[in-house]
C-alpha cells in the first residue's frame, strides 16, 4: 500500500518512520517534508507540494494510487481537505472540516462544550473591541489572570494569560486593533484561569469507538523553569505520571465520550485523531483547548511508545474495526527534546548549516526526527524555528531524559538553543 502524509514538522517525520515500519506499505509519501524525511530513502519519498495545495494533493494521491492519506497538521483540516479527499473515495485520516471547529474555532469548541457539560474554564466571547474592554474595566482585580485567546489557528502563540486588567487589556487591543493574529482574532475568548497542571491525552476514533495513546506533558514555554514566551513546544515526555489512572478515567468518561457523542448529536461525527489538552486540579481535569490532530512534539513521544502497529490501527479506523485491533503501549518512558534556531519563537535566522556526529545514529532507543530542516546542494541546514525533536525511550523517566540530552550533544549549528529541564517537573 502507498501512504501520503501532509506536513512538514517532526510529527510527520515520527509518522512517516511508523508508517516506514509497517511490511505492507510499500511507499510513504511526505508532502513537503523536510530535511529528515528526505534522508529516510528506501520506502519514504518527500513531494515539493505545500500542506495547504489541496487540489495538487488530491491529484497526487489519484496518480500515485495512494491508498492512505494522513493530516498532520491542522491548516489542511481547516481548509477541507478530509472531506474533498472523501468525495473523490480517497481513504483519507482525519475530522471533517466541520468537525475540525473543535481546533480551529475557539469559540466554537467553547460553545460546544458549555452545551454538552464539558468541564472547562468560564468565558465569554467578544468581536470588537470596546465590549471586551468594558467586560474587562468590569472585573475585580481577584477575578486575575483572565486568559485571552485568539479564536483561530495562531500556530499555538495566539493564548495570553493576563496577570491583571492592563495586561489583559493591553493583549485584548493588540488582537483586535493592532490585528497581531490577523483574521484570527476577529473573534476573541476572554475565560478564567484554570489552577492546576496541564497534560495532553490523544484520542484515535472512527467516530464512535476509541482508542487511547500514553498521555502526555509538553513544555510550551522557551525559557528553563516555564518561562518566557509561548512556543510550539519545546519538549515533551510519555506516560505523564499526573495522569493516574483515575484520571485518565475521568478524561474518558467525563470528555472524551462526551465529546463523541455530542459531535455525533450535531451531525458532525468527529473521526481522527482528537488532541484533548486538559488541566488537572486536585484529580479533576478540565478542557484547556481541543486540537484536531496529534501534537507536537508529543507525536514524537507517544507514538514511539505504540508497541502494535500504527498504520494497522488507522487502517481499522476507517474500516470499523478499531475496537479490535491491537493498540497496547510499550512498559518504557519517552522524553523529546527540541533544539530550535536562536532567536525562536520571534525573529531567527536560517540556513544555518548542520553537524550530526555519527555517535547518534549508533545510540540505542534514540530517535531523531527533523522539523526546521532542509537540504541545499548536498548539505544539511536549518529552515526553522524549531528544528529537531531528539528521543530517547528508557525504563524509567530519568533514563530516558539523560539518554536524550546525551543524543543532543551530538547536534550542532550555530546559535542552536534547547531547553535542559525537559521532564523534570514529574520527577
Not at 102 to 120: C, H, N, Q
Not at 162 to 171: H, I, N, T, V, Y
Request: charged content about 25%; hydrophobic content about 45%.
Amino acid at each position: 500500500m502507498n501512504v501520503l502524509i501532509i506536513g512538514s514538522g517532526a510529527r510527520e517525520h515520527a509518522m512517516a518512520w511508523a508508517a516506514a515500519r509497517n511490511d505492507a506499505v510499500q511507499q510513504v509519501y511526505v508532502a513537503p517534508g523536510n530535511g529528515g524525511t528526505a534522508l529516510m530513502g528506501g520506502k519514504v519519498q518527500n513531494v515539493a507540494l505545500k500542506a495547504t495545495a489541496l487540489d495538487e494533493l488530491l491529484e497526487f494521491a489519484v496518480l500515485k494510487a495512494v491508498d492512505l492519506t494522513i493530516a498532520g497538521s491542522e491548516q489542511p483540516l481547516e481548509l477541507g481537505i478530509v472531506d474533498l479527499f472523501r468525495s473523490a473515495q480517497k481513504k483519507i485520516i482525519g475530522p471533517s472540516q466541520a468537525a475540525a471547529q473543535l481546533e480551529t474555532s475557539k469559540v466554537f469548541a467553547k460553545d460546544f462544550m458549555s452545551r454538552y457539560g464539558i468541564p472547562t474554564a468560564g468565558y465569554h466571547v467578544f468581536r470588537e473591541f470596546q465590549t471586551a474592554s468594558l467586560y474587562l474595566a468590569s472585573l475585580d482585580e481577584s477575578r486575575y489572570p483572565q486568559v485571552i485567546k485568539a479564536s483561530g489557528l495562531c500556530a499555538g502563540k495566539g493564548v495570553i494569560v493576563a496577570s491583571d486588567g492592563m495586561e489583559a487589556f493591553r493583549a485584548t487591543r493588540a488582537m483586535f486593533e493592532d490585528r497581531v493574529f490577523g483574521d484570527a482574532a476577529d473573534e476573541v475568548v476572554i475565560e478564567d484561569f484554570l489552577e492546576g497542571e496541564e497534560a495532553s491525552v490523544f484520542v484515535l476514533t472512527d467516530g464512535e469507538k476509541y482508542r487511547m495513546f500514553y498521555s502526555a506533558q509538553d513544555h510550551k514555554r522557551i525559557g528553563e523553569g516555564d518561562t518566557g514566551k509561548n512556543t510550539g513546544g519545546m519538549g515533551a515526555y510519555a506516560p505523564a505520571p499526573l495522569v493516574t489512572s483515575g484520571v485518565m478515567k475521568k478524561i474518558e468518561e467525563q470528555i472524551v465520550v462526551p465529546a463523541l457523542e455530542g459531535m455525533a448529536a450535531d451531525g458532525t461525527p468527529y473521526t481522527g485523531f482528537l488532541y484533548v489538552g486538559v488541566m488537572i486540579d486536585k484529580g479533576e481535569p478540565s478542557v484547556v483547548e481541543f486540537n484536531a490532530r496529534m501534537g507536537d512534539p508529543e507525536t514524537q513521544v507517544v507514538l514511539p511508545l505504540l508497541k502494535d502497529d500504527f498504520i494497522d490501527a488507522l487502517q481499522a479506523s476507517l474500516q470499523g474495526t478499531l475496537d479490535l485491533v491491537p493498540f497496547e503501549m510499550l512498559e518504557q518512558c519517552a522524553t523529546t527534546v527540541v533544539i530550535a534556531s536562536k532567536g525562536y519563537p520571534d525573529l531567527y535566522e536560517t540556513g544555518r548549516e548542520i553537524t550530526i556526529d555519527s555517535e547518534l545514529f549508533d545510540m540505542r532507543d534514540v530517535l531523531l526526527f527533523h522539523a526546521g530542516t532542509e537540504i541545499e546542494k548536498g548539505t544539511l541546514r536549518t529552515s526553522g524555528g524549531r528544528v529537531f525533536s531528539v528521543t530517547a525511550l528508557g525504563k524509567t523517566l530519568m533514563d530516558s531524559i539523560e539518554l536524550a540530552y546525551r543524543a543532543v550533544d551530538h547536534i550542532s549549528f550555530e546559535g542552536a538553543c534547547f531547553r535542559r529541564d525537559i521532564g523534570a517537573k514529574a520527577l
